[in-house]
């Protein structure tokens, strides 16, 4: 086996989950990534762990939405009986056809989110990890050989996360005590909201594997201004280009894009909140050096900021601030590596990609 | 897709655990088997059930139960949880390499089987299937091409259920009311139990698929005289060639075997129950019409006889009657088909394999 499997495999055990003796641990992966699981199993077994396995087939899931009927799957009472039951879920992505679910009805894939969402937000109150496995198919729509693309997914994801954390952690303490923020790009971002009494996260591997980027929430009202998303964007299996959106009190009032308008605007539609704000991200991975059409690993490259419109995440809005309620989360990226900068309370933290704090920054 | 993975699904779906709508159903897979579970998932989504997948996978069995300690894992309280809430149990076995546990210390399959148990237990109480893939691991067991061996399972599999049934209804009425049970076989074999009181089970692809046998349990005290088990026998990846059994007043007094004797005494020291027959089948399925080293193909192949040492099957031995409790079940296959003959209550009612309701018998 490639010994950067069992490497992935240590991380998601011991750094991400923290994996302890006893705990019952739900390893969740595709067929593609039975190496992966395998690795796990290994560390799970040393740290003596009860672990089981379930598969997700990309290819079963199809089959099924296709033959059954939209109401019949209000609930999987088994599933939710084993979330509760856990104490860790590990969760592999991975395919050899990014597009198997392609001819599934879109209200087929609904009414699967809503079968789900009593195991995910069960899911949410445990340990849990996300990652990738470098299968075939992410690496076609990586427009990558399958070996280069391992070599990609391993740079980002087998690093020092300790020192990736005290790295991070000078951009949480400027971005945590501050008001505002502006992120100017080129003529056509130029955007400014406060992140005031918001909480700055500082993610180092621990639910998404690969980490790497500090993320708050906006204050929802607080947002002015243009953004053009001139990075990849895929939304259902649907790839949406440079997406432009404008800002006034927070609200989207004007959009566009040049491919697939449609969906975006499908996206704005689904309720009030999906009109805002819900994240402003940093990506602050110096192993993520591509953009390879994986939201997983594109909103950590350096280089970059990420918004979303919709939901914001819960831990960066404490009690007491106002909180965006969507039922959606699309987020987008911004390029700053050229011509770009990002500005707190008035001073510039970040020109053309590089920080205040790293070699070669110029204020 | 092969369209006998198709109908492999549906027999599995409809026939075998008669699955229902709004049913929570688990399939168990190995990730070699993706194809079936798709297709048992399309099947499963016709029937408006609540499908969930649950991986197998040897090689991660193996590196966990190495890496383990053995007292580490005594119960698998998540699994528990989810086999409670489900309804139907669907198992795919299926390998690409049938040594893949061979080097697992032996204490520890133990042990993994006793952490599985209790899943096992709550299993037995719900609509549940055995069946087979047919995966390049098994192929290479029974010595064939994969695609001969596919052939060979579908062959098994794929039939027509309900004219098994009246075919196997025909003996069930034969052994069902009978009471001593006479097996003959060339010069080393002379066996006679009885069967009296006991019930007559017809497995016609309910709990196993294939199915293809009818079985009892004998009168534990009752069974007399030698048997010479010519057919091949794999306990723990070991072959136990050529077992030879003596039986006084239903309990083994001598027993040899041509090859690895010591696994065969280790089985009968298990127990007092492990020293006596738990079961007595009669294989009628004329498609499995060659031995693979598979116990789930090879007990229900036409012109043979399986005797178990060891538990007796709960459904056989009515309330009231002697059921002969044990920690293991061992079948052995003895070859009927030429120089031999069954006897029920002094009638012979198979000679050389042929079955007195079938064409060519000569009593």
Do not use: C
């Not at 199993?41 to 089981?52: M, Q, T, V």
């Not at 639910?207 to 929430?217: I, Q, R």
């Amino acid at each position: 086996m490639d010994p950067r499997i069992r490497q992935h495999a240590e991380i998601l055990v011991d750094h991400s989950t923290d994996v302890q003796a006893g705990d019952n641990v739900l390893v969740r992966a595709p067929a593609v990534a039975e190496d992966l699981a395998v690795a796990v199993f290994e560390r799970l077994g040393d740290r003596g762990a009860n672990p089981s396995l379930a598969m997700r087939s990309p290819r079963a899931d199809r089959a099924f939405l296709r033959a059954t009927d939209e109401e019949d799957f209000e609930l999987h009472g088994h599933e939710l009986a084993e979330m509760e039951e856990t104490d860790v879920v590990i969760i592999v992505k991975g395919t050899r056809n990014a597009a198997e679910t392609s001819d599934v009805p879109p209200e087929k894939t609904a009414a699967m989110a809503r079968a789900n969402s009593a195991v995910s937000e069960e899911r949410m109150g445990k340990r849990w990890v996300g990652t990738q496995f470098p299968a075939s198919g992410e690496a076609q729509l990586a427009e990558m050989s399958t070996e280069a693309y391992e070599d990609f997914v391993y740079g980002a994801v087998n690093k020092d996360w300790e020192a990736q954390r005290t790295h991070q952690e000078q951009m949480v303490a400027i971005l945590d005590p501050a008001d505002e923020v502006r992120v100017v790009s080129g003529d056509a971002t130029d955007l400014r909201m406060s992140v005031d009494g918001m909480k700055t996260v500082n993610d180092y591997g621990e639910k998404n594997l690969p980490g790497g980027e500090v993320f708050t929430a906006p204050v929802p009202d607080s947002v002015e201004g243009e953004v053009l998303f001139d990075k990849p964007l895929v939304r259902n299996g649907r790839e949406i280009e440079d997406v432009y959106l404008k800002f006034e009190d927070g609200e989207v009032v004007d959009h566009r894009a040049a491919k697939n308008e449609e969906v975006l605007t499908g996206v704005l539609e689904t309720d009030e909140g999906a009109r805002r704000l819900g994240e402003l991200g940093i990506g602050m991975n110096r192993d993520i050096d591509r953009f390879t059409y994986n939201m997983l690993f594109d909103e950590k490259m350096g280089d970059t900021v990420h918004l979303a419109i919709g939901k914001a995440i819960r831990e960066t809005v404490p009690e007491g601030q106002p909180y965006n309620e969507s039922a959606t989360h699309l987020d987008m990226i911004v390029d700053m590596s050229e011509d770009s900068y990002i500005e707190v309370d008035g001073e510039i933290v970040q020109r053309d990609g590089t920080f205040r704090f790293e070699d070669g920054f110029e204020g």
